[in-house]
């Protein structure tokens, strides 16, 4: 962003160094909400990779923008590594959800991994509103 500032709109992406991570979203049209729709972007990335990590790696590096749910970025925005932008055209927050197949009793370890991840998702997803 030093060197080509810092977007206003989601169009202006286009003049951006971009970082594709092809996970929540694809690495090349970024949903955005535009005056009250949801519209897609059209970026050219620099780079896309497949894990969020290595998006904020990225991106920190200052290889260029990336865009990954809140959470996975959250740590970095919190110190001072990365910056948010855009946020007047954020889409409503996703909800998480654990789903499983209930068919007779649950395996033991699919009840633990439930009663590990649940309250974690829980605090982690709240601690970001």
């Known amino acids: 962003m030093a060197a080509r500032g810092r977007p ?8 951006h160094d971009c970082i594709g ?13 535009i005056a009250g729709e949801r519209r897609s972007v059209s970026v050219a990335p620099r780079l896309i990779v497949n894990t969020a ?37 954020a889409l409503p927050a996703w909800p998480v959800q654990l789903v499983h197949a209930m068919r007779g009793l649950a395996p033991q370890k699919l009840k633990l991994f439930m009663d590990f991840a649940a309250p974690r998702l829980r605090a982690r997803l709240m601690a970001h509103r």
């Open 53 to 89: 990590e290595a998006a904020v790696d990225a991106a920190m590096a200052g290889s260029g923008i990336t865009r990954v749910l809140s959470y996975q970025a959250a740590e970095a925005v919190r110190l001072g590594r990365l910056e948010t932008v855009l946020e007047p055209f």
């Open 21 to 33: 991570f092809e996970g929540a979203f694809s690495g090349r049209e970024w949903p955005f909400l």
């Open 8 to 15: 206003d709109h989601p169009q202006a992406l286009q003049g």
